[in-house]
């Protein structure tokens, strides 16, 4: 795959992760498919903590995965 197919792709996943994202309300936001799996908001952080952690990364910057609590 070449650098710029790489970032076209990225760019798409983000983009349809954003529109989902955008997508959840108060009630969706806590919804869990079982027991022990994360709900759709811890998702939705740990996907943005990941990219973060990815950007950091790239830069040459220490990383470290923020986590995936919603409490502020």
Known sequence: MEP???VAYVRAVHARTSE???L???LTVMWRPRAGEF???ELAVH???SRAM???SVRG???YYGGHDLRP
């Open 4 to 6: 710029a197919e790489l």
């Open 20 to 22: 989902a994202i955008a």
């Open 24 to 26: 959840l309300d108060d």
């Open 39 to 41: 709900t759709a908001g």
């Open 47 to 49: 996907i943005l903590a």
């Open 54 to 56: 990815n950007v950091r």
């Open 61 to 63: 910057e220490a990383t």
